[in-house]
């Protein structure tokens, strides 16, 4: 991450300070000490494919979706430029090939071991107050927006910082419990992280999540 993408996040998180950053909205359905089983609510994302391995590909697309809503972007109705609150978590997910941004990811599109991926979705939950139609539209044509169903999550959280070794690790974890569970994975794992690049260790939050079977 540059110096001025570090100083403009901090600038806009210290100007929400007030408020609680947004988190998509689930409910949990299964616990077990750090797996869940969520169902998530609809929800519209900004999304960019990016090139590169994870810290590459992760530092470009946050790079790319924070200008979106840092103002690079025009307004629904009056066509001026409006800044987008921060939500939390930013997240990426492997591709095995480049695939239209329009079109649905599937199964066959994905891979479960990131340390192969050169190819990776970066996306942006959107303030739920916006709708595909109200929400400004970026100027960038990389970054898309999407509307995305309900789905039914696992997730695998942890604290700490993330090499590609600890990520798959934890992949390979949730992978395991869902295979004892006798749930069915059915998209690519995601690495999702809620906090901003000077929390310390301890307090990071990180999550491995992949859709499954209802």
């Not at 942006?124 to 139609?133: A, C, D, G, H, N």
């Not at 992978?175 to 995601?190: E, H, M, V």
């Amino acid at each position: 991450m540059t110096i001025r993408t570090l100083f403009l996040l901090t600038a806009f998180m210290m100007g929400q300070s007030a408020m609680a950053i947004e988190e998509p909205a689930f409910k949990v359905s299964l616990k077990a000490d750090a797996f869940e089983v969520r169902q998530y609510a609809p929800t519209l994302i900004a999304e960019t494919l990016v090139e590169g391995d994870m810290d590459e590909a992760s530092n470009k697309g946050f790079r790319r979706i924070a200008d979106y809503i840092f103002g690079n972007n025009r307004a629904a109705q009056s066509g001026s430029s409006a800044k987008i609150a921060m939500t939390a978590p930013v997240t990426v997910e492997p591709q095995s090939e480049k695939i239209a941004m329009t079109a649905p990811v599937t199964m066959s599109a994905a891979t479960k071991d990131m340390r192969e991926a050169k190819l990776w979705r970066v996306h942006f939950v959107m303030p739920s107050q916006y709708t595909l139609s109200s929400i400004p539209q970026p100027n960038n044509p990389d970054v898309k927006l999407k509307e995305v169903p309900g789905k039914l999550m696992a997730v695998h959280s942890y604290t700490g910082f993330n090499t590609m070794a600890k990520v798959q690790s934890k992949t390979d974890e949730l992978l395991s419990w869902l295979q004892q569970k006798n749930f069915k994975a059915i998209g690519a794992p995601q690495l999702s992280r809620y906090d901003p690049p000077w929390t310390l260790p301890m307090f990071r939050r990180n999550e491995i999540m992949v859709e499954v079977e209802k």
